[in-house]
């Protein structure tokens, strides 16, 4: 749940905070199974608070982030993303799964008659 | 093994490694510990010798990384409410890690 949260919020603007305590404010523009994010339009703040920094595009590696801060509306976005997907996929899902148990029902129908016809023969 | 499962959609309170303490419901973990917390409350509280009362800072939705989860401890809610959290005293919680 957390990392597709991560992917849902891409857009959005973020504040990231590291682990040397330094906070980046920008929007996410892409991420990965490792946290990784490459965010646009930062504005990269040290530590102390004392200095800042404008940024067009900055990469963080995933492994630095203490924790990431998102504006509250993308729950209700992320929601609305997974209702239509679950939509779909029970539609889609149901329709597979019918013409799968189908397909294995004669083969292994088809296979055990051959199979006890050659277990009789070998006993014999 | 024992997971976070049970604790979905509860209040939760969070200790990091950095000895901060965050309330809030959590919306939904992973492997790795990754949390994601909503409503979060941090509160800061004052020493036992000092007259300031503790407070409470409002962060809306947190993504916390896993590896600076320290604690997870699931909330009672009537409890929680019950208390005068400003009145409450506590030294600052050492951070997790040593130099």
Request: hydrophobic share 30%.
């Amino acid at each position: 749940l957390p990392l597709s949260l991560l992917n849902a919020a891409q857009g959005s603007p973020m504040l990231v905070e590291l682990k040397n305590g330094e906070t980046l404010n920008g929007h996410l523009v892409s991420c990965d199974t490792y946290m990784n994010l490459t965010l646009r339009e930062v504005v990269q703040t040290s530590p102390d608070g004392d200095r800042f920094y404008r940024l067009s595009e900055a990469y963080v590696r995933g492994n630095n982030i203490k924790y990431l801060r998102l504006p509250e509306e993308i729950i209700e976005v992320v929601k609305e993303q997974q209702a239509q997907q679950q939509a779909q996929g029970h539609h889609g899902g149901r329709g597979g799964g019918e013409r799968g148990r189908g397909y294995q029902r004669g083969g292994r129908g088809r296979g055990s008659a051959r199979g006890g016809r050659g277990g009789g023969r070998g006993r014999g | 093994m024992s997971s976070l499962g049970p604790f979905v959609g509860k209040t939760v309170t969070i200790i990091t490694s950095d000895g901060r303490t965050l309330t809030g419901q959590l919306l939904g973990h992973d492997q790795t510990t990754n949390l994601i917390l909503s409503s979060t409350i941090e509160r800061i509280f004052s020493p036992p010798d000092s007259d300031e009362p503790s407070q409470e800072v409002e962060h809306g939705l947190y993504l916390i990384r896993g590896d600076n989860v320290a604690v997870c401890g699931l909330v009672d809610e009537d409890i929680e409410n019950g208390i005068d959290w400003t009145a409450v005293k506590a030294y600052p919680l050492g951070s997790m890690k040593h130099s």
